[in-house]
C-alpha cells in the first residue's frame, strides 16, 4: 500500500476512535472517511448511478414481502403496483417465483382490486416456495420448466380473462426468448409482459450476455402486436431496461 494512503487511513481510523468519522468501503472496495453525524444519503451523494444501480441490486437481494424473501427492486415493484391498478388483470402468471415474495404481494394487490383476480406462479423448483405462498386461495404453482407447462397454464384461463406476465426465470437469451415466443399470445391487448433483468450487462456488469436485453430485441424485431413503454423507466433505476411490452394489438 502506497505511503501516503496507509497515513489517510490511520488518520480516518484515529478519528473512527473519537466518533467523528467512520471507516466504510464502497460498493467497489475503495475505503471513504464518512461523517457519522451525516445520514446515509447524504455520506453517499457523490455515489455514481452506477455505484448506486450496483447498490441497489445488492441490496434487493434482501428484500422481503410480508417476511418472504421477494427480490425485487422497490422502484419496479412501485411500476408493477400501477399496472396493475390501471390494467385490473383477472390473471398474472409469474414466471420464475423464487420464493414467492413478490407472488405473495400481487395476490394481496389483486385481492384489494376485488375482482377476484388470481396468481399462476410457475417455479423450476417449487419446493423452495414458501408455504406462506402455497396456501393463499388465489395462487396457483406449478412446478417444471415454464414453456414445458404452457398448456397447463392455458387451460387455467378463460377466454374473457384479463392477462398479465411477468418473466423472471433462467434469464439466458434462448430461455427468455421462448418464454416471449410462447407465452406473449396470452397476454391481452392494453396488459403487460414485463420482462424482468434486462439490465444485466446494460446498467449491471454481470449476468447473462446475450441475456434478456438482447431477447427482448429480438422478439420485438418480429413482433407488431406489442410496443416498449419506457414510461415505465421514469425512476431512470430499473432492473427492466426496455421490459415493459404493452400489447396494443
Not at 383477472?90 to 377476484?116: F, M, P, Q, R, W
Amino acid at each position: 500500500m502506497p505511503d501516503g494512503m496507509r497515513f489517510l487511513l490511520e488518520e480516518i481510523a484515529g478519528l473512527e476512535l473519537l466518533g467523528i468519522y467512520k471507516v466504510e468501503r464502497d460498493v467497489v472496495g475503495i475505503a471513504r472517511k464518512i461523517d457519522s453525524s451525516k445520514t446515509k444519503m447524504e455520506q453517499n451523494l457523490n455515489m455514481s448511478l452506477k455505484e448506486l444501480i450496483k447498490n441497489n441490486q445488492n441490496e434487493s437481494f434482501k428484500s422481503t414481502y410480508f417476511g418472504v424473501p421477494a427480490i425485487k427492486s422497490p422502484a419496479d415493484f412501485w411500476i408493477y403496483h400501477e399496472i396493475i391498478f390501471e390494467v385490473k388483470p383477472d390473471v398474472i402468471i409469474e414466471i420464475g417465483t423464487k420464493h414467492g415474495g413478490g407472488t405473495l404481494a400481487y395476490s394481496h394487490l389483486l385481492n384489494n382490486l376485488g375482482n377476484n383476480g388470481r396468481v399462476i406462479g410457475l417455479e423450476i423448483d417449487s419446493n423452495i416456495v414458501d408455504k406462506t405462498v402455497r396456501v393463499q386461495p388465489n395462487i396457483t404453482i406449478i412446478d417444471g420448466d415454464a414453456c414445458s407447462n404452457f398448456e397447463k397454464v392455458k387451460k387455467l384461463i378463460k377466454d374473457t380473462d384479463k392477462v398479465l406476465i411477468i418473466e423472471d426465470s433462467s434469464h439466458t437469451y434462448e430461455n427468455t426468448l421462448n418464454v416471449l415466443n410462447i407465452f406473449s399470445g396470452l397476454v391481452t391487448k392494453g396488459s403487460y409482459f414485463i420482462v424482468e433483468d434486462s439490465n444485466c450487462w446494460h446498467g449491471l456488469d454481470h449476468g447473462p450476455s446475450p441475456g434478456p436485453y438482447e431477447a427482448i430485441e429480438t422478439f420485438m424485431k418480429d413482433n407488431n402486436k406489442f410496443e416498449i413503454d419506457s414510461s415505465k423507466e421514469r425512476f431512470i433505476i430499473t432492473w427492466n431496461p426496455k421490459g415493459y411490452l404493452k400489447r396494443i394489438k
